[in-house]
């Protein structure tokens, strides 16, 4: 086990930028973030993050355990988060199906939880090294039942870091599950990277606050006060429709409240929890929407296209769901067409296309191959979208 | 006056949603009377339920307490007790929840020792979805999804716990509660993983089926079939078949616990950091501040 992801060690490294792993990066977030309580279960491409886990948190006196499946280590986080830790756990697609049923038993009990999932490419067993975005639709609704959700997708080794580190905060701060996606090719590349070039990127303000039963003032209103076992309260916590006593109801005005609630305390807040960036905003005809290792290649691809002279735009998003509405929106009103290159057969471009359909032409650019998408593919997209618009 | 199990009892959620008859109240009561005796403290003790008719009983205490999902209460448990040692964490489950579904949670609870009580109601039924067939049922017993009778065998659920490293195992009856009380006060102060098999009668799911007699002729049954460890000794496996063996089975003491073990762990590797910083200083001649 290399040293120098070690929290005490880290003074060290930050001398120079090292050569590190998306998922070491992903568990050193975790680390800066506070997290103190992982429990996993071994499973390509994912099994690093735990490694480093298994390694760092008795140094810095946190508890890692090996469940005996994910079922059993997303409960553990669960039961960890309900008694005033956080927990954290990472996967890939046959473990994040496993966990689906819990996932909505921590929205329920509003159980703040941090679930990595490393997406391998197909269903089943699939191909467990190759890369792929087919899990996005799984993140938003793998659990049954209408229920919010905070996904997030990292696109290089910085984001496994800075983004582990904004789903602390919003799992901390919203008191629900959030799921960081990344393509394999995302948590096994090595780059660059050490905590302090990301430093514009670190969010540590006081907003990583542990103490049980905290509520952050100003979502006092949204968020109900957290039910921690062993306090005084000691509270009955269910994934029953509950109402405010914590006890199961039947009610059908109390039962629909509590939904609404667990639903609008997320979607209220689509500013904070939306993060994305633009690269040549306005400037362009077309306009490429890009997450995880496909938004690489777009931002790639655009600085070839100015090469060429074709006015491109690249919408980066980091934020998958909430849905970012007025961010796609705004940009769908200047562009003639949004590309949208995944490793799926286009899951996230019927999102975009429902939001976006009015005002422009929404092409999506599925690849399922286990292969990544390249800049000079999207390029070429790119070049046929608007030779087509000027033959017209 | 009030009784004193009442400090642990949601009184205002009475009265409770078992049948009338059902064996799952009783076992509950002698779980009460135990915390009464052991007097432990409600914020420091943690009741964990999965899904099904006695996993429901996490509801009555007032304590820390979860209504989980099925199967997986001990997983929870095994959360909540590595994040907070300190807490009595006990884990009510039935034969579904924790033999069937769960049965993978509980092997892997008993293997690694971890200070919890597992109290399994084992009613030979699913009560709660209506009376269909269960790991812990009868051979040739009739049930909604075994209509021309269960041809499968059911668990030795001690034996199981013993094989699989539980420290503590004992079966008791609901027709005979007072030992069941005791069982459970010696599991929660065990140190390590205590499994209490507690053999209830369902007269509705189970018991219309099945022993026509009603309840009263189900607890008598039970009673009859009820002989001891050492009794046991003396039979021979065919004429053991029908019987409950009762007692504390299994009693071990030494083997580690996981969350004891662990956190000798966190204190060794707390100390290597703090030992490979002190020479990272001493490398960097002080200057890292």
């Not at chain 1, 921690?228 to 199961?248: M, Q, Y």
């Not at chain 2, 209830?200 to 009263?216: D, I, S, T, W």
Request: charged fraction near 20%.
């Amino acid at each position: 086990m290399e040293l120098w992801h070690s929290h005490l060690l880290r003074e060290k490294i930050d001398q120079s930028s090292l050569l590190v792993q998306g998922n070491r990066a992903c568990a050193l977030g975790a680390l800066d973030a506070g997290v103190r309580f992982f429990a996993g279960y071994p499973i390509t491409p994912s099994s690093e993050i735990m490694e480093a886990m298994a390694y760092e948190l008795p140094r810095v006196g946190g508890v890692f355990v090996q469940m005996e499946d994910e079922i059993a280590s997303i409960c553990a986080c669960i039961g960890a988060s309900l008694s005033g830790w956080l927990g954290m756990t990472a996967t890939s697609g046959p473990g994040f199906s496993l966990m689906q049923e819990a996932i909505g038993y921590a929205i329920m009990v509003e159980a703040p939880l941090v679930i990595v999932d490393v997406m391998r490419e197909g269903p089943s067993t699939g191909r467990v090294s190759a890369p792929s975005q087919g899990d996005v639709m799984q993140a938003r609704w793998g659990t049954h039942g209408d229920h919010p959700a905070i996904v997030l997708a990292a696109s290089n080794v910085a984001d496994m870091y800075r983004l582990t580190m904004a789903a602390v905060r919003f799992a901390q701060r919203f008191r629900t599950p959030v799921t960081l996606l990344a393509d394999e090719v995302v948590g096994h590349m090595r780059e660059s990277f050490s905590p302090e070039l990301v430093g514009r990127y670190r969010l540590t303000s006081g907003d990583f606050d542990f103490t049980p039963g905290y509520v952050h003032p100003d979502l006092a209103r949204e968020v109900h006060p957290p039910h921690i076992l062993g306090s005084e309260a000691h509270p009955h916590v269910t994934g029953c429709t509950h109402d405010e006593t914590g006890f199961p109801t039947n009610d059908a005005k109390k039962s629909e409240r509590f939904l609404h609630e667990l639903y609008d305390k997320v979607t209220n807040h689509r500013d904070e929890l939306c993060l994305y960036d633009v690269k040549n905003e306005g400037k362009g005809r077309v306009c490429v929407v890009a997450y995880g290792s496909c938004a690489r290649s777009a931002r790639a691809a655009w600085r070839l296209a100015e090469l060429e002279g074709l006015p491109v735009e690249v919408l980066h998003l980091y934020t998958l769901f909430p849905l970012p509405i007025e961010v796609i929106q705004t940009v769908a009103r200047r562009v003639e067409f949004m590309l949208i290159p995944e490793l799926n057969l286009g899951q996230y471009a019927r999102e975009v296309r429902k939001l976006a359909e009015n005002w422009t032409t929404v092409i999506s650019m599925g690849k399922i191959d286990g292969t990544l998408i390249t800049p000079r593919e999207i390029l070429d997209q790119v070049t046929r979208l608007i030779g087509k618009y000027e033959s017209v | 006056m009030p009784l004193d199990i009442e400090q642990y009892l949601h009184t205002e959620r009475l009265p409770h949603m078992w049948c009338a008859g059902c064996g799952i109240g009783i076992v509950t009561g002698a779980f009460l009377r135990a915390m009464v005796d052991l007097g432990l403290k409600r914020e420091e003790t943690v009741v964990v339920g999965g899904v099904g008719c006695s996993s429901r009983a996490a509801g009555y205490v007032d304590v820390g307490t979860m209504h989980t999902i099925h199967g997986r209460a001990l997983a929870f448990a095994t959360g909540i007790k590595m994040a907070r040692p300190e807490f009595t964490v006990i884990v009510l489950t039935g034969d579904g929840d924790g033999a069937a579904i769960g049965g993978n949670h509980l092997i892997h609870a008993c293997r690694r020792n971890i200070d919890l009580t597992c109290i399994l109601f084992n009613n030979q039924v699913y009560g709660m979805t209506g009376g269909q067939v269960s790991p812990m049922t009868g051979w040739g017993d009739l049930a909604t999804t075994a209509p021309y009778g269960q041809v499968e065998t059911p668990f030795d659920l001690c034996r199981l716990a013993e094989a699989a490293g539980a420290t503590f195992v004992a079966r008791g009856t609901a027709a005979n509660i007072r030992p069941v009380e005791e069982y459970i006060k010696q599991g929660i102060q065990h140190p390590g993983f205590a499994f209490i098999e507690a053999v209830v009668p369902c007269p509705m799911e189970y018991g219309k089926r099945n022993a026509p007699g009603g309840v009263l002729a189900m607890l008598d049954d039970e009673k009859a079939r009820s002989i001891s460890k050492a009794e046991a000794a003396r039979l021979t496996p065919e004429e053991l078949e029908d019987k409950i063996v009762t007692g504390v089975l299994h009693h071990k003491v030494g083997r580690p616990e996981f969350q004891r073990s662990y956190a000798s762990i966190v204190a060794r590797a707390q100390a290597e950091a703090a030992e490979q910083a002190e020479t990272l200083q001493s490398e960097s001649g002080g200057a890292v501040s």
